[in-house]
């Protein structure tokens, strides 16, 4: 009988209480002011850096340079956590974290954006970027190539000193 009542008394508390959930799908919220959903990427402020690519956790951003002046950006948006890095390191600003957080579909191609940028070179040196700084010479040299027809971050990298030593032993000269 005491079970009975207990029982009685949570349903009165319950009904008292009103309503305690949000219609979501009817009638859903705007996102809160600086919630980070998914990046965009703006082609026209882009400069190809790379460092979106360089520095996201999920490795979700592929870089492929087809040439010195041609270079391919690719979000994936598989394993995005929308953690902002990548819009975080940017120089220029060109991804933004939009207020979308409703990316569901059938189709994993309507996630994904695709960059195509024209890298300019300077008519002294040739490079198309600013000398890098010690800590960036300490990262990946050379071109990207990362398989985009497979969607994978690909580390490939070459030695400095090709078929060579990588210390040189010391002679010692006694007297």
Same mark, same amino acid.
Request: charged share 25%; net charge negative.
């Given at each position: 009988? +005491?079970?009975?009542?207990?029982?009685?008394?949570?349903?009165?508390?319950?009904?008292?209480?009103?309503?305690? @959930?949000?219609?979501?799908?009817? %009638?859903?919220?705007?996102?809160?002011? *600086?919630?980070?959903?998914?990046?965009?990427?703006? %082609? +026209?402020?882009?400069?190809?850096?790379?460092?979106?690519?360089?520095?996201?956790? %999920?490795? $979700?951003?592929?870089?492929?340079?087809?040439?010195? $002046?041609?270079?391919?950006?690719?979000?994936?948006?598989?394993?995005? +956590?929308?953690?902002? *890095?990548?819009?975080?390191?940017?120089?220029?600003?060109?991804? @933004?974290?939009?207020?979308?957080?409703?990316? %569901?579909?059938?189709?994993?191609?309507?996630? $994904?954006?695709?960059?195509?940028?024209?890298?300019? +070179?300077?008519?002294?040196?040739? *490079?198309?970027? @600013?000398?890098?700084?010690?800590?960036?010479?300490?990262?990946?040299?050379?071109?990207?190539?990362?398989?985009?027809?497979?969607? *994978?971050?690909?580390?490939?990298?070459?030695?400095?000193? $090709?078929?060579?030593?990588?210390?040189?032993?010391? @002679?010692?000269?006694?007297?």
């Amino acid at each position: 009988m +005491t079970s009975l009542l207990s029982k009685i008394r949570e349903v009165m508390v319950g009904w008292n209480a009103g309503r305690v @959930t949000l219609p979501y799908p009817a %009638a859903p919220a705007p996102p809160p002011p *600086r919630f980070r959903g998914r990046p965009i990427f703006d %082609a +026209t402020k882009c400069i190809g850096c790379a460092g979106c690519a360089n520095n996201c956790p %999920a490795r $979700e951003i592929l870089v492929y340079d087809v040439c010195q $002046e041609i270079r391919i950006l690719k979000y994936l948006g598989r394993r995005c +956590t929308y953690c902002g *890095r990548c819009a975080d390191v940017c120089p220029e600003g060109a991804i @933004t974290m939009s207020g979308e957080f409703e990316n %569901a579909t059938p189709a994993i191609g309507d996630i $994904e954006q695709r960059l195509e940028l024209f890298m300019s +070179t300077c008519q002294r040196c040739g *490079r198309c970027f @600013t000398e890098p700084s010690p800590l960036e010479q300490l990262k990946l040299k050379g071109y990207r190539f990362d398989d985009l027809e497979h969607d *994978r971050w690909v580390f490939r990298s070459q030695g400095y000193l $090709e078929n060579s030593p990588v210390v040189d032993d010391l @002679t010692i000269e006694l007297d």
